[in-house]
């Protein structure tokens, strides 16, 4: 544990949190689901206090597929609820978030025509995997009819097209020869979830004087209608009482109520893994598409190119919320045969990954049920034998954080006796406000508001949607170098230690910015950014060192990097 203090900006929330030291509603756990809560109730003008113990959007938020998905493979499953509001809330999130949500057009390779259609009706009934069989073409077919009248949005979206084998080789050639036909219709791509996360919340923090947000403080005990808080920087306790209790710390759950003093069995997560590949001939195989299929094990699996590298994922394995999720090699080893198994000629080697990362999905208690039929869809558990109502939420994906959002807010102002005054449906998300959406749209904007950024316009607005105007703002107010070979600049990092609650040196490299995950993380990187951070967070030599420390441990054994500390001279 590194000792440690907040920047000005995190000092100033649990200052503010710990003189009051009380809030209407204190959300426990700063995941998408907890964010998005947080942000519905501070435009209720509710007071309301999020708190996390890493940083936000840092556990099963980090994890994730990084897409924004109807979920047709839920049809299956009989989730028809959850398709619905799956394929609205896509599509929304198109509108009110473009500068990270972009269309995806996908494509699924098919193998057989009438494959699956005995065993599809038992697996439906039973949601017990089986032996695997692989869905043909038939049944792939309709579901993709049903999900086509679900997602087209009022036609915006474009519906499904199947091609045969050879139409599907001229456009896909690297594809396994023996495919008989192609499916590709459009779901989303998410680019960057942490920011995403990161711009929900400070649409909430800026909605309600009294809506604060802390990271790296976890609550640890009740007392009647107080919770003990732990600040994990400082290691100091205090208390806040609460008129509702929200505990939405995902796979956590069980364990956050145990320390509440509550037994609950109520989650059953699944551990899902990823690998991020620098492969630039498996990157032009795709065509820019994701390529999402079904293994040989009937897991469904995907292939997704993503900010110049590829993106393979992804397991799904019953995991112990105490026990840290790790990418392991067997993991690896069923990446590399899946892609195999799509695209044969096209050699894949270790030396390739740059990124590995695993999460723990926040899925509910699901006994002798197969992993891959466990309900993706969500539900509120209420508890009000105590002083204070303590609110559960048990499940949540992150295509329907607004909708789930809304609906645990709307639990929470009914126990507080108060009614919705907002909505957020159609309600814009931080620098996605007026964000241009064509070429010459986006020309107009970049010379209106980021005149002289140059080359790194583009890179702005990928990281900051319309917020970027605020940040160029800041940088060209002082002295500025270049940092992480250009991915990163002094005065923009000072810009984030101010406004966007960084306390650590993984909060930069692994959720502010791409920089681990394009694989860009070495050790001369890593001093860089830490020397650069020091007088800006005040550290001393032992703190920068400890910083270096942790974030090359936390990189080389959670991400499979092998990253060396650097000799100074």
């Known amino acids: 544990m590194i000792d440690s203090t907040h920047s000005s900006a995190e000092r100033a929330e649990v200052s503010a949190v710990r003189e009051s030291g009380r809030t209407s509603v204190l959300v426990i756990g700063g995941g998408i689901n907890g964010i998005s809560t947080f942000r519905d109730l501070a435009l209720q003008g509710v007071d309301v206090v999020l708190v996390e113990r890493g940083d936000f959007a840092s556990g099963a938020s980090s994890a994730s597929s990084h897409m924004i998905h109807g979920g047709i493979r839920y049809l299956e499953n009989g989730e028809f609820r959850l398709v619905r509001e799956s394929v609205e809330e896509r599509n929304g999130l198109l509108k009110i978030a473009p500068h990270y949500v972009k269309p995806l057009q996908t ?6 025509t009438f494959s699956g259609i005995l065993s599809a009706p038992l697996r439906f009934l039973t949601h017990k995997s089986g032996k695997p069989q692989e869905r043909g073409a038939f049944l792939i077919k309709v579901g993709l009819t049903i999900y086509d009248t679900f997602s087209r949005d009022g036609g915006t979206v474009p519906r499904h097209r199947f091609l045969g084998r050879k139409k ?42 009294e809506a604060h947000a802390l990271n790296y403080v976890e609550a640890i005990a009740r007392d009647g209608d ?104 067997e993991e690896v080893d069923y990446f590399f045969d899946l892609i195999h198994h799509v695209f044969p000629t096209i050699p894949v080697a270790r030396d390739q990954i740059v990124y590995k990362f695993s999460g723990i999905r926040p899925l509910p208690r699901h006994e002798d049920t197969a992993p891959g039929f466990v309900s993706r869809d969500y539900r509120i558990e209420v508890d009000q034998k105590g002083p204070v109502p303590l609110v559960s939420l048990v499940g949540g994906k992150w295509t329907t954080f607004r909708a789930l959002g809304e609906s645990l807010s709307d639990v929470v102002l009914g126990l507080l006796g108060r009614t919705r005054t907002v909505s957020t449906a159609g309600r814009a998300i931080g620098g996605g406000r007026e964000f241009p959406r064509t070429e010459k749209a986006k020309r107009l904007w970049v010379q209106e508001n980021l005149a002289g950024a140059g080359a790194r316009a583009d890179s702005l607005i990928a990281r900051y949607g319309t917020r970027a105007a605020q940040v160029w703002e800041y940088v060209e107010q002082g002295t500025d170098e270049p940092l992480a070979k250009g991915d990163l600049s002094t005065r923009e990092l000072e810009w984030m230690v101010h406004n966007e609650m960084v306390s650590r040196l993984e909060d930069v490299v692994l ?33 920068h060192d400890a910083e270096l420390d942790q974030t090359r441990q936390l990189l080389n054994e959670r991400h499979g990097l092998d990253i060396q500390s650097r000799t100074r001279g």
Request: proline share 6%; with cysteine.
């Open 226 to 329: 107080k919770i003990t808080l732990r600040d994990r920087e400082s290691g100091t306790e205090f208390s806040v009482q609460a008129d509702v209790v929200v505990n939405a710390s995902g796979p956590w759950t069980d364990l956050t109520n145990d320390a509440l003093g509550e037994d609950t069995k109520y989650m059953g997560g699944t551990k899902g893994s990823h690998i991020v590949l620098d492969h630039p001939e498996l990157l032009e195989a795709t065509q820019g598409r994701e390529i999402f299929f079904e293994h040989s094990d009937g897991r469904i699996v995907l292939i997704y190119p993503l900010k110049g590298r590829v993106l393979v994922g992804t397991t799904d394995i019953d995991a112990d919320p105490r026990e840290v999720p790790v990418c392991t090699e």
């Open 107 to 112: 494509t699924i390779p098919i193998y057989s």
């Open 168 to 209: 599907s080789l001229a456009e896909l050639p690297s594809l396994d020869p023996r495919i008989k036909y192609t499916a590709t219709y459009y779901d989303a791509s998410m680019h960057d979830p942490e920011r995403l996360a990161l711009d929900v919340l400070q649409d909430g923090r800026a909605a309600h004087p």
């Open 511 to 543: 959720r502010r910015t791409s920089i681990a995950f394009t694989g860009n993380a070495d050790a001369e990187v890593l001093d860089e950014i830490a020397d650069a951070l020091a007088p800006m967070l005040g550290w001393d030599r032992s703190r």
